[in-house]
Antibody, heavy 119, light 107 residues
Framework: QVQLQESGPGLVKASQTLSLTCTVSGGSISDSSYYWSWIRQPAGKALEWIGR???????YYNPSLESRVAISIDTSKNQFSLRLSSVTAADTAVYYC???????????WGQGTLVTVSS | DIQMTQSPSSLSASVGDRVTITCRASQSISNYLNWYQQKPGKAPKLLIYAASSLQSGVPSRFSGSGSGTDFTLTINTVQPEDFATYYCQQSDSTPQTFGQGTNLEIK
């Protein structure tokens, strides 16, 4: 059974870059049947899709974040990563990674990691 | 972006009740609609995909219907473990977008 686990700093200073890694276990990130996504949820607010990556390295981002986002993949480590630059308090959220079907539903999800942007 | 509007935003029910949650898209999304359940402090869990397909392992008391712009999630005979927040998500176009959630509470 595939499991995902997010890791990275829980506190990032404003204007700096947020970096998170998602480690996939119980399955291969090179499986051509899936994409791999990042999604975030500010406290008390709705979920927001950030972007996704395919095993080939091709990416697709939410246009609202595209200028600040980069997602990469390391198939040798079965990991994919998120970098979000120039963060502000508005980027404070729980960040989830998720396996993504080509039809763009998300299952399963990692447990999530809270990232707080401090001034 | 396609806007997803859920109603109601919160709902009180008793164990054994039948509950219906509605999700409306700002434009037609065919059947590209998915439902998730989220419990406090936990990640969302996929319940229904493609509007009406039950995800493996999800109890059959959950069902989904609809197409175009209007969709429903129904829980027949609500169980104690069903009290949670439910989100719809459209997967018709990028960016995929979610509804604001419906909080199902115990009456």
């Amino acid at each position: 059974q595939v499991q995902l686990q997010e890791s990275g700093p829980g506190l990032v200073k404003a204007s700096q870059t947020l970096s998170l890694t998602c480690t996939v276990s119980g399955g291969s990130i090179s499986d051509s049947s899936y994409y791999w996504s990042w999604i975030r949820q500010p406290a008390g607010k709705a979920l927001e899709w950030i972007g996704r990556i395919y095993t080939s390295g091709s990416t697709y981002y939410n246009p609202s974040l595209e200028s600040r986002v980069a997602i990469s993949i390391d198939t040798s480590k079965n990991q994919f990563s998120l970098r979000l630059s120039s963060v502000t308090a508005a980027d404070t959220a729980v960040y989830y990674c998720a396996r993504t079907r080509p039809q763009n539903w998300f299952d399963p999800w990692g447990q999530g990691t809270l990232v707080t942007v401090s001034s | 972006d396609i806007q997803m509007t859920q109603s109601p935003s919160s709902l009180s029910a008793s164990v054994g009740d039948r509950v219906t949650i509605t999700c409306r898209a700002s434009q037609s999304i065919s059947n590209y609609l998915n439902w998730y359940q989220q419990k406090p402090g936990k990640a969302p869990k996929l319940l229904i995909y493609a509007a009406s397909s039950l995800q493996s392992g999800v109890p059959s008391r959950f069902s989904g219907s609809g197409s175009g712009t209007d969709f429903t999630l129904t829980i027949n005979t609500v169980q104690p473990e069903d009290f949670a927040t439910y989100y719809c998500q459209q997967s018709d176009s990028t960016p995929q977008t979610f509804g604001q959630g419906t909080n199902l509470e115990i009456k």
